[in-house]
T-cell receptor
């Protein structure tokens, strides 16, 4: 069974640009959640999508958005990039139950110059 | 109240030693406490998890001890090996929100020969 796939692996953008990251969950998983990982703030929850609907949201500004498609694939968008958005963005998938195991991808390393 | 405090920040043990990583939480709504292991360049991977109705759980060389009254939990790694060298994160989430994990700040473990 293929794991969680995130593309691209690395991305370099400049301030003010926007970026879209992609995540393909494990087959059969309906929940996709996104996390930001930085050395200073650690791992922080961004949002979760389940059956194409945002089910949970973290404390990030509206510049961070996402969506989920009918095949459970998800995209995350960050508009008007800031230097502080440089981070490893991790996607995790699960079946969607209340205490399901999360499976993380290897992440997209975003650098904002 | 959403924080999970983790210590130590880093830990060096010899092969065969028993590293112990501690976490404390404040939010009494948390009812699921997983531990994740992360290697460089990879996403976190679930090691073991516990619910507050159990005081200890063991899976292979990994053991979680849980003290509900003190709101603390810890990870013990028995007979540690160089391959266990990684960063370990404790986490917690409230009932019904498996994807919305609050992570500790991480412990970088190095197991020497």
């Amino acid at each position: 069974k293929a794991g969680v796939t995130q593309t691209p692996r690395y991305l370099i953008k400049t301030r003010g640009q926007q970026v879209t990251l992609s995540c393909s969950p494990i087959s059969g998983h309906r929940s996709v959640s996104w996390y930001q990982q930085t050395p200073g703030q650690g791992l922080q929850f961004l949002f979760e999508y389940f059956s194409e609907t945002q089910r949970n949201k973290g404390n990030f500004p509206g510049r961070f958005s996402g969506r989920q498609f009918s095949n459970s694939r998800s995209e995350m968008n960050v508009s008007t990039l800031e230097l502080g958005d440089s981070a490893l963005y991790l996607c995790a998938s699960s079946l969607g139950g209340s205490q399901e195991k999360l499976f993380f991808g290897s992440g997209t390393q975003l650098s904002v110059l | 109240q959403q924080q999970v405090k983790q210590s130590p920040q880093s830990l060096i043990v010899q092969k065969g030693g028993i590293p112990i990583i501690n976490c404390a939480y404040e939010n009494t709504a948390f009812d699921y406490f997983p531990w994740y292991q992360q290697f460089p360049g990879k996403g976190p991977a679930l090691l073991i998890a516990i619910r507050p109705d159990v005081s200890e759980k063991k899976e292979g060389r990994f053991t979680i001890s849980f003290n509900k009254s003190a709101k603390q939990f810890s990870l013990h790694i028995m007979d540690s090996q160089p391959g266990d060298s990684a960063t370990y994160f404790c986490a917690a989430n409230p009932a019904g929100t498996a994807s919305k994990l609050t992570f500790g700040t991480g412990t970088r473990l190095q197991v020497t020969l």
